[in-house]
């Protein structure tokens, strides 16, 4: 069952195999399961918007120094709160003479570290506590249910910014209390999967192979949760940037000469009367890439929802 | 006088490789009367019935002449329309009840919440009425079961809870798709006895889908024999034992039997042929 | 004895007010190389006897004994490799993110076998799948051939005894009869005894020597096929079965 069947090398041959119901190999497989699934997104014209925003997004963080023409932290006194269009400063300056388009491209940098941050800690931790929880039952669950729902009770802005406010502001420590804050939800979710899973057939099936409970957890049910917690995510990205921002806007997260886009926005807001755009841009920033996110989980929603995937 | 009248039914699915056509073609008419669908897996039978109700979902395509409910056409329906069709005039019991019963909520808040959007009916009155049905399918213990969430279920149970649920708002066509399936042969006696009670005194029309041969002749009227999308044969039900068609004998011949043991069992063998034939058509004209 | 014996079985789910007891006192002894119907009332506790035996419900006391050992609480790798169950819904019983290739290896690895490859395709072979359906995903497959996966799966660490419930209900009747035909050919192969649960009576009496009859929990008959066959039951709700079984009409009018 080695010989894979080496495809024609013009496209056509490469569609029909990616899109064979008869897949030869296990790589062949999954790479024919990724390429249905992508295009079923593809055919998503509003997910391909979002889709467009974050690529241009990464690359823009990728090659920052190359595209800024600036250096973002250095100040030019004599060419404060320039506005839109000056020449050489695009997005004009901010208060210290800044260039905001450099400081925005550079600000996408830190954006992007702390959603993936935190997309990274949350929802693992929610997945572990919410599967354990769900599968193991009992004390367990009432424990680990427990502490979900005081942390649930809080506001999340508020939760994060006791948080910072106990470990010190700074980018990490927000990234920490964002992540912290925003693991119940994705717990609450993996937990309700779980429960609904734990009782299937299939279940049972590998239970007398004689599989163990942290098999069962992990190669069983964790495939299935996540999907429903990706498409979370990506929904939540919003959120999260926001309250990034907001730590940043609060001079909680991110510290003064770093651009970060909720800082900017702090900055920004003493001038907001008279020179409305150095708070405006970086708003608008945050806007489009919350927006994005929001468009890319639609979408994710269509491909991976398990309720539409399984049957049939 | 005919409840429902189909006119060459179709229903597409678009996919990667071209247009797959689960029903093609079909026509067949319902009166009051217990009509049975049988045929193969895969061959249209619950394509046939969901798009009835327009509940195909997405990619789908269903094309007809008419699908007339009455005089009204189905098709030229809108979505509000369609709500009010659905589980009050017509409502379809689904293949795959563990599928159709949600996991987290109990059986009794399910039942009730069928029936309370249909009727305006007080708290008390609602849980009366489900509890009815439930003794209804003949549940032993539907105290419990009320209580119980669908996993604690066996299958026949669930089966016969999607069956309640189905005719509490007392519609006017009954879609059963495999309904009894996962039924002890006096259970399922039972259970058909109070659809068929329902055919008989108020004149509901049946559709039942299933794989079952024996049980179609003798419960159904009439009988549709699908392959591939299309009727291949009608029968009168119990005729269907002098059959023609090659596929419904080779259905009937792979039936085990109680009354004459056999070492193998005979596996149906396909002609390529069937598929290519013509659908049949299973109307009546109306004997107004 | 290498076959099954239960005695005294008795099984129940939760405590107070809710409690059921699915199974009353059954007892029911099947040889080894013999195949037993368990027929019966929707809800009496047929599918809870076979979950009882593999370990799946925790909630029983009395005696069981498969594959020579008495079981316990737990139950030993043994166990495992020696008595499998095919799940009623071919629907419900494969993970529907698992490719029939790791569904296959998964179970093989946890025997201990090393050699998943050959074994993979020899098992898709025994039940009559083509190498084409190896990476396939359950919703790229019908029913049968469903069914059939789940088959090789149980038959993967070559056990003694296939626990089997209602393993072609929701199959239609050609495909039933591959199914029947297949489970028949591998039993004459391999000397395996079946514990056989289904509602049809002509699956049962074409599968099965003896046949046990349930009622609301208990058994309240065992008969041989021959008697089935000849209608001559001793308790009358089994009357009542048999005669349900000659279809609807008549059923009623009797
Ligand atoms: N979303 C879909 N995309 C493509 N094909 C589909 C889709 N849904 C159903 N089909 C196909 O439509 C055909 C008819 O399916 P249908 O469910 O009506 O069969 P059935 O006669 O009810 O079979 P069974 O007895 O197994 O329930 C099948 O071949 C099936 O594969
Ligand atoms: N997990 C559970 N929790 C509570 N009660 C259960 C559970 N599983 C089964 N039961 C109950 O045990 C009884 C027997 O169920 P079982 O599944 O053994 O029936 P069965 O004979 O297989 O019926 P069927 O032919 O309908 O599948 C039923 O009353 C059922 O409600
Ligand atoms: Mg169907
Ligand atoms: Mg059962």
């Given amino acids: ?312 | 006088m005919n409840i429902l009248d189909v006119e060459n039914l179709w229903v597409k699915f678009p996919t990667r490789s071209g247009m797959f056509d689960a029903v093609r073609g079909i026509s067949f008419s319902l009166g009051k009367e217990r009509l049975g669908i049988v045929g193969e897996s895969g061959s249209g039978k619950s394509m046939t019935g969901r798009a009835i109700l327009r509940l195909i979902r997405k990619p789908g395509i269903v094309t007809a002449d008419h699908i007339r409910l009455e005089g009204n056409d189905i098709m030229a329906m809108s979505e509000r329309q369609m709500r009010d069709v659905r589980g009050q005039r017509i409502s379809m019991v689904m293949q795959d009840p563990k599928f159709s019963l949600n996991p987290v909520m109990t059986v009794g808040d399910q039942i009730m919440e069928a029936y309370a959007l249909h009727a305006n009916a007080s708290k008390a009155e609602t849980k009366r009425k489900a509890m009815e049905m439930l003794e209804a399918v003949s549940i032993r213990d539907p105290e419990r079961v009320f209580r119980a969430y669908p996993h604690e279920m066996s299958g026949g149970m669930g089966q016969r809870i999607m069956i309640a649920m189905m005719l509490i708002p007392g519609p006017e066509i009954l879609i059963a798709d495999e309904p009894t399936s996962a039924l002890d042969v006096s259970v399922q006696t039972q259970v058909l006895g109070i659809i068929d009670r329902l055919v008989q005194e108020r004149g509901m029309g049946l559709i039942f889908i299933s794989h079952d041969l024996s049980l179609v002749t003798s419960f159904c009227d009439r009988v549709l024999i699908m392959y591939a999308g299309r009727i291949v044969e009608i029968c009168q039900a119990d005729k269907l034992h002098e059959a023609q068609h090659p596929y419904t004998r080779g259905l009937l011949n792979s039936l085990p039997r109680l009354d004459e043991p056999s070492k193998r069992l005979e596996v149906l063998k396909r002609d390529p042929a069937w598929r290519e034939a013509d659908s049949v058509s299973g109307s009546v004209s109306a004997r107004a | 004895m290498s076959g099954i014996a239960i005695d005294n079985l008795n099984v129940w789910f939760s405590e107070g007010r809710d409690r059921v007891d699915a199974v009353k006192n059954a007892a029911l002894t099947v040889r080894q190389g013999s195949s037993f119907g368990l027929v019966g009332e929707s809800g009496s506790g047929k599918s809870t006897i076979l979950r009882a035996l593999t370990g799946l419900v925790p909630t029983w006391d009395g005696h069981m004994e498969a594959v020579g050992e008495t079981l316990g609480k737990k139950r030993s790798a043994r166990f495992y490799k020696k008595v499998q169950m095919v799940f009623q819904d071919p629907y419900a019983s494969l993970h529907p993110r698992h490719s029939v290739d790791q569904v296959l290896g998964e179970t093989l690895g946890l025997h201990g076998y090393r050699d998943i490859e050959t074994r993979i395709s020899e098992l898709l072979d025994n039940v009559g799948l083509g190498p084409s359906f190896r990476f396939r995903y359950p919703h790229q497959l019908s029913g049968g051939q469903r069914q059939r996966v789940a088959i090789a799966r149980a038959l993967a660490p070559e056990p003694e005894i296939l626990l089997l419930d209602e393993p072609t209900s929701a199959l239609d009747v050609s495909v039933q009869a591959e199914i029947l035909n297949l489970l028949t050919d591998l039993r004459t192969e391999r000397n395996l005894t079946y514990l056989m649960v289904s509602h049809n009576l002509a699956v049962v009496g074409h599968m099965c020597e003896r046949i046990a009859v349930m009622q609301n929990g208990e058994i309240v008959e065992v008969m041989t096929v021959q008697d089935m066959r000849a209608m001559k039951p001793k308790h009358t709700y089994t009357r009542h079965l048999l005669e349900s079984s000659l279809g609807y009409k008549r059923a009623v009018s009797v």
Wanted: glycine letters at 10%; proline letters at 6%; one cysteine or more.
């Fill in chain 1, 1 to 312: 069952m080695t010989a894979v069947g080496i495809p024609e090398p013009d496209k056509q041959g490469w569609r029909e195999w990616l899109l064979t119901e008869a897949p030869t190999s296990r790589r062949h497989a999954r790479a024919a399961s990724l390429y249905q699934g992508w295009l079923t997104l593809k055919s998503n014209k509003l997910t391909m918007i979002g889709v467009g925003i974050l690529v241009f997004l990464f690359l823009v963080a990728l090659f920052a120094p190359f595209l800024a023409p600036h250096d973002p932290f250095a100040q030019e006194l004599g060419y404060r709160l320039q506005p839109l269009w000056t020449d050489g400063h695009l997005l004009g300056t901010d208060s210290l003479g800044r260039d905001i388009l450099s400081r925005l491209i550079y600000g996408s940098r830190i954006t992007l570290y702390i959603v993936l941050m935190v997309a990274l800690i949350a929802p693992i931790a929610g997945l572990f506590v919410g599967t354990v929880a769900g599968y193991v039952g009992g004390w367990a669950d009432t424990i680990l249910m427990r502490i979900t729902d005081i942390f649930l009770a809080f506001p999340r802005l508020v939760l994060a910014l006791a948080f910072v406010a106990a470990l010190g502001a700074g980018i990490e420590n927000a990234v920490l209390a964002i992540a912290l804050t925003a693991w119940p939800p994705y717990a609450r979710i993996a937990r309700a999967e779980t429960l609904s899973i734990r009782k299937s057939d299939y279940i049972s099936a590998v239970k007398l192979q004689g599989a163990g409970p942290l098999r069962i957890i992990t190669k069983h049910i964790w495939p299935l949760c996540i999907s429903s917690l990706i498409v979370r995510v990506t929904l939540d990205m919003a959120g999260i940037i926001l309250a990034a921002a907001g730590l940043g806007f609060l001079g909680l997260g991110a510290q003064p000469p770093s651009p970060e886009w909720g800082a900017m926005i702090s900055e920004g807001r003493k001038f907001l009367l008279d020179y409305w755009w150095i708070a405006t841009v970086p708003g608008l920033a945050i806007f489009t890439v919350s927006l994005a996110f929001n468009l890319l989980g639609d979408g994710l929603r269509d491909v991976l929802d398990p309720k539409d995937g399984g049957e049939l």
